[in-house]
T-cell receptor, first 109, second 114 residues
Framework: DAKTTQPNSMESNEEEPVHLPCNHS???????IHWYRQLPSQGPEYVIH???SNVNNRMASLAIAEDRKSSTLILHRATLRDAAVYYCILKTSYDKVIFGPGTSLSVIP | EAGVAQSPRYKIIEKRQSVAFWCNPISGHATLYWYQQILGQGPKLLIQFQNNGVVDDSQLPKDRFSAERLKGVDSTLKIQPAKLEDSAVYLC????????????FGPGTRLTVT
């Protein structure tokens, strides 16, 4: 199964940008990179996804390396509400999705 | 647009009892997932349906867990008999079919086995 690796935890100051890295060296050509986040006591929520090109939406930006073996989720201005566990996952053929332990993001006021 | 619905939200049972969880996905979503999330861990995929067919159930403990999706809409996940290690949050998610579509998660059912 295609796997991703992320740091266990990260800290950021409020209102500063946050760059959350993800490595996926075994990605195949058709795998999509998806990011989800999970706030305490809630189900995961979708953040952003991409295949090859960088992507932007109202929540975040996704920067994908040219060789697609790594990606970075960018939160442009961290707020206290962004404190959550962030999961980088690959959506493979047959829509299979495997979650890892994710990165726990703390935001310091 | 209505989200993914799950019930019950909380359930407490004794070990060796049985329990069932229900999920109603977003209308039009052919793909439905059941996950188990143990405290402090990421969600673990138990079973994936496309319409009413099983795509992946490789991590479903089939001696005690079962799931069905009759008519390709609602789904139920059953545990019989429950063990202490089954205490977890059970999440249901749905999506349109295709790698470019995101999953939408329900609020989950928190199961405590005593």
């Amino acid at each position: 199964d295609a796997k991703t690796t992320q740091p266990n935890s990260m800290e950021s100051n409020e209102e500063e940008p946050v760059h959350l890295p993800c490595n996926h060296s075994t990605i195949s050509g058709t795998d999509y990179i998806h990011w989800y986040r999970q706030l305490p006591s809630q189900g995961p929520e979708y953040v952003i996804h991409g295949l090859t090109s960088n992507v932007n939406n109202r929540m975040a930006s996704l920067a994908i390396a040219e060789d697609r073996k790594s990606s970075t989720l960018i939160l442009h201005r961290a707020t206290l509400r962004d404190a959550a566990v962030y999961y980088c996952i690959l959506k493979t053929s047959y829509d299979k999705v495997i979650f890892g332990p994710g990165t726990s993001l703390s935001v310091i006021p | 647009e209505a989200g993914v619905a799950q019930s019950p939200r909380y359930k407490i049972i004794e070990k060796r009892q049985s329990v069932a969880f229900w999920c109603n996905p977003i209308s039009g979503h052919a793909t439905l997932y059941w996950y188990q999330q143990i405290l402090g861990q990421g969600p673990k995929l138990l079973i994936q349906f496309q319409n009413n067919g099983v795509v992946d159930d490789s991590q479903l403990p089939k001696d005690r867990f079962s799931a069905e999706r009759l008519k390709g809409v609602d789904s139920t996940l059953k545990i019989q008999p429950a063990k202490l290690e089954d205490s977890a949050v059970y999440l249901c998610a749905s999506s349109f079919t295709g790698q470019g579509y995101e999953q939408y998660f329900g609020p989950g059912t928190r199961l405590t086995v005593t």
